[in-house]
């Protein structure tokens, strides 16, 4: 069974940073040929698209909420994808997923992620202002 696993989440203030962590393992899946994208989830709101990358080296895409703020990398070796969150704000706050979708990267699916297979159960990010 395909299975992705984030790390890294936690409490910190508004104007710090963190580093998220995805890796993925298992089944049939190769890291390599798929849109690898991070997604985040409020309580009581929809999800929403934060970025994704192409994993075997296209460019990064992100939504405008974090463009200039978040930066998302991969390492394929080690089947891992990354992404850097600097200057947080509280509406940053939400449990981050991790997803990955065959092919190429479209706008279309960063908007909520829709019809994926490959989900991470998430990590918690929280910040206080």
């Known amino acids: 069974q395909v299975q992705l696993v984030e790390s890294g989440g936690g409490s910190v203030q508004a104007g710090g940073s963190l580093r998220l962590s995805c890796t993925a393992a298992?089944?049939?899946?190769?890291?390599?040929?798929?849109?690898m994208g991070w997604f985040r989830q409020a309580p009581g709101k929809e999800r929403e698209g934060v970025a994704m990358?192409?994993?075997?080296?296209?460019?990064?895409y992100y939504k405008d909420i974090v463009k200039g703020r978040f930066t998302i990398s991969q390492d394929n070796a080690k089947s891992t994808l990354y992404l850097e969150m600097n200057s947080l704000k509280p509406e940053d706050s939400a449990m981050y997923y991790c997803?990955?979708?065959?092919?190429?990267?479209?706008?279309?699916?960063?908007?909520?992620?829709?019809?994926?297979?490959?989900w991470g159960k998430g990590t918690l990010v929280t910040i206080s202002s």
């Open positions: 990358i192409n994993a075997n080296g296209g460019a990064p």
């Open positions: 298992g089944g049939s899946f190769t890291f390599t040929g798929y849109c």
């Open positions: 997803a990955a979708d065959a092919g190429r990267c479209t706008w279309w699916w960063l908007q909520r992620g829709a019809n994926t297979e490959y």
